[in-house]
Structure formats: structure tokens, C-alpha cells
């Protein structure tokens, strides 16, 4: 069978590349299959979507803003008619488990929905003026043509989280999915396609960062660029983009903390550190990569969550049975590896995993152990470095105060979360962990939708994505002032004696 060819998607066209050029991507369970041809797209590609775009931003941004909802709302439904099949699209091309990839799917949906009823709210301010006769409001309006670039690692949810507030306020859009999983956001954007988006509202442009995703950053006609990946490609696209006063919106790396204090239950703090950890095979901005846990209950929580380590069951995501996929790629593979020796010559413990698994079918793909390293000092390396695999360091601890420093003596600040039955060390926690998002008896993963997500110091550049901020990146303020007194009243601060 042979792999299906994805065009770049510009004006409602599917377009190949001007240079002719393509990639393909393989399932990482087994790279003997081709999941898609891509288009390896140049400037010269990027530059005909903006143009779409550009051309279709008068009249999409002159629809009703909850007409423009509606066509979300009913996106979400058509989704949703296809999740098994979108499901199934997701794990072949990015790996993990289908009752996962079923997860991501749902994401975009709740999406689709949360933005698409936005379109019946969008609220602004209204004030009353210091003076007689004086009306005051202030509304939202949209920017222009917006620049995504989007990681493989949730490749419809993230895609939705970026896009659907973005048209929800009326602007147009460039994509440039990750090169890993492009298929997921032709699925999406098909959807909305047949919900009734016009042709130029969304175009797509497939390749990879120097390519694509540079030119799309440093077009003139791309006010605003929202981005999620690493801290490092992060930083060079704040910095290209700023040379032109662009907005942009960064969700980048982290170190996620959880913290386990003597009173919590070490049975649910297993399970929650479990999932955390692993689940995505630790490729998740959110996962867990830190148990800061009091020395008190170290010893026999440890040894609980390494046993559940090695009884998960490691394997290609399409299978019922598994419980952990391969890691994205070979690159991605060959780094985690790396860390697992960098950990040992650090002189922490490995106590579980560490190994790549070659077993009969897994040979085909990029499959590891989940791992836990114990007797990690918080100077290492492997505990200060976003990793992303399935890779946990322990790190042992005497009080509460030490938990929290430890936790925040890192560059990131995405997402903590603590165990305890202890009130007064919940809100403790809460109030002093420096983090965009802090779990009380909940693991670091699984945030919702409709509230706020994003992180602070080096996770990000203060914007957050989701909930009612989302559309604080793709829409512009406009304050109006309207005075019928029928004379001139100057401003109170004009008037003063
Ligand atoms: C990410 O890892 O990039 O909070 C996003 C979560 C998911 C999203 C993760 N809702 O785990």
C-alpha cells in the first residue's frame, strides 16, 4: 500500500511544494511503515498561504463573531463522528497508545466547543465615564494573519488550542504542523472545512523549522506567532520575531515537580507518579519528571512505583494491550539515552529501565524502558534539564520548605503538584511553587480546557493558552469613548483647576 501524499493546503487548494520536494514520516512502532508524504515547503510556499490568508482576513473578519462559532460547534460534532478514525491517524503517526490518542481527539473537540460558544460572549469592558453625558466601552477586534507552528507531541489538541480561538476572533490562519505529526492537523482542519470555514481562512504548509517555520516567523505580513515546543528553538523565535514588534505567544519547556510530604496516600501518589511519568512516554510538557518526595516515605513509595514501572507493557500504541508507545523519533530516542548515562556518571541510581527495547517486533521501533533514577541531588543535570521520555528523578527531602525550594530551583515553571492531607501544606505549596499550574492530590498532567495553561520563567513569555485568556493572543483591544453632550468636555484631567 502505498503511503498517501499530504499537499500544503493554501486558498482552500491542495498545492505541492514549488521545489518539489518532499519528506516522509514513519510510524515510530515500526518504521517499516510510511504514514504520509509531506511537502518539504520553502519561503517561496510559506509566502503563498499569507497571501491566502491575507486575502481571505477582510471578509472572514467581517463575519458575526457567533456565526464564526458556529462553524466550530459544528466542526466538533464532525469530529467527533471520526475520533476512532482520527485515533487511529494519531497513533500511527506520533506513537502513543490509542485510548490516548482518543484523549487528544477529545481535547480538540472540548475546544471546538469552548471557542465556538465564545463567539456568542467575547466580552469587553464597559465603565462609566468621570464625565456627564459620556458613554465608555471597550471591544475586541481581530489582528490579521496568524503564524502557528505546532509540536507532534498532542498534534490535534495543541493545533486546536492555537488555532480555533485564533478564528473564533476573526483572524486567518497559517499552520506549520510538527514534521512528526502533520496528519492530525489536515484531520482538524478538514473538519472545518466541511463545517463550512471558507477556502484562505486556514492554510497549511508542511516542512521543518529552518524551512518553513523561519520564513513563517519573519513574514511581514504575520503579526502574530504562536509557538509551542522547545525553550532553545523558542528563544530564536522570540528573538526573530521581535526585530518586527511581532506578538508572540511561547509555550515551551519543563521540569514538572511533584512533591510528597509523609501524610499522603502512597497508594494514590503511586498511581498519579505513574501516570505522570509515563503516560505519552513522558512526552508531554506536563509530565512528571521530578518526585521531590519526604525522606520519611521515600523508601517505600520508590519501590512501589518501580514495580509498576516494570510491569508496564511497552508496545505499539494501535495494540489494546499497551500501555506505553515508543518515543517519537530516533533523534529523540538517542537523547533520552543519552540522559540515562549522563545520570549515571552523575552518580545517580538507576533503579529501574535505563534500556532500549529490541524485543521481536519492538526492534522496528524507537521503544525504551520507563526509568526511575534515585539518589538525584538537585544539581544535577537530570534533574535541572527537561529531558522528555520516560525518565523520573528522585529526589529525597526533609520538610515542606526544602520541597518547595528544590522545586522552584529550576529555569522552568510549567506545572507542580503536591500530595498531602495536610490543608495548611496544600495552600503552603500552592501559593510558593513558581508554576503556571499546581495539582493538589493530582498528578501534573490532565489540565482542562477551560481554564488558563501556560507557564512561567523559562516555559514561556506571560501569555497563557486556554481558557478565558486564550483570546487575549489573537485579538486586539479598542477602547471607545463617545460623548452626545454636544460640547466640548474636556477629560478630567484636562480640567483640573
Ligand atoms: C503538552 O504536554 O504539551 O495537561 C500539553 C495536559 C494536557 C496537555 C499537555 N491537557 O497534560
Known sequence: ??????????????????????????????????????????????????????????????????????????????????????????????????????????????????????????????????????????IRQPIGVVGLITPWNFPMAIAAWKMLPALVCGNTVVIKPGEDAAISTYNLVEC??????????????????????????????????????????????YELAARQLKRVSLELGGKNPLIVMPDADIDLVMQGVVWAAFGTTGQRCTATSRLIVHREVAGPLVARIIARARSLRVGNGLDAETEMGPLVNATQLERVLGYIELGQQEGATLGCGGGRLRDGDLAHGH??????????????????????????????????????????????????????????AAFRAMLGLQS?????????????????????????NGHREAGPTMLDVFSEWKSVYIDYSGSLQRAQIDNIA
Open 1 to 138: 500500500m502505498s503511503a498517501t501524499v499530504y499537499k500544503n493546503f493554501i486558498g482552500g487548494e491542495s498545492i505541492a511544494s514549488r521545489a518539489g520536494k518532499t519528506f516522509e514520516r514513519r510510524n515510530p512502532a515500526d518504521t517499516r511503515e510510511v504514514v504520509g508524504v509531506f511537502q518539504e515547503s520553502d519561503a517561496e510556499d510559506v509566502d503563498a498561504a499569507v497571501r491566502a490568508a491575507k486575502a481571505a482576513f477582510p471578509a472572514w473578519s467581517g463575519v458575526p463573531a457567533p456565526q464564526r462559532g458556529e462553524i466550530l460547534l459544528r466542526a466538533a460534532e464532525i469530529i467527533q463522528s471520526r475520533k476512532d478514525r482520527y485515533s487511529r491517524d494519531l497513533t500511527r503517526e506520533m506513537g502513543k497508545p490509542l485510548f490516548e490518542a482518543g484523549g487528544d481527539i477529545v481535547e480538540a473537540i472540548g475546544m471546538a466547543q469552548y471557542a465556538g460558544s465564545e463567539g456568542r460572549r467575547m466580552h469587553g469592558v464597559t465603565t462609566p465615564s468621570e464625565l456627564p453625558n459620556k458613554f465608555q466601552m471597550s
Open 192 to 237: 472545518l472545512v466541511e463545517a463550512g470555514l471558507p477556502p484562505g481562512v486556514v492554510n497549511i504548509i508542511t516542512g521543518h523549522g529552518p524551512g518553513a517555520g523561519q520564513p513563517l516567523v519573519e513574514h511581514p505580513d504575520v503579526p502574530v506567532i504562536s509557538f509551542t515546543g522547545s525553550t532553545a528553538t523558542g528563544r530564536l523565535v
Open 367 to 424: 521503544f525504551m524502558q520507563p526509568t526511575v533514577f534515585t539518589g538525584v541531588r538537585p544539581t544535577m543535570r537530570i534533574a535541572r534539564e527537561e529531558i522528555f521520555g520516560p525518565v523520573l528523578s528522585v529526589i529525597e527531602v526533609d520538610s515542606l520548605d526544602e520541597a518547595v525550594a528544590v522545586a522552584n530551583d529550576v529555569a522552568y515553571g510549567l506545572s507542580a503538584s503536591i500530595y498531602t492531607r495536610d490543608i495548611n
Open 436 to 460: 503556571g499550574i499546581v495539582y493538589i492530590n493530582a498528578p501534573t498532567i490532565g489540565a482542562e480546557i477551560h481554564l488558563p495553561f501556560g507557564g512561567v520563567k523559562a516555559t514561556g
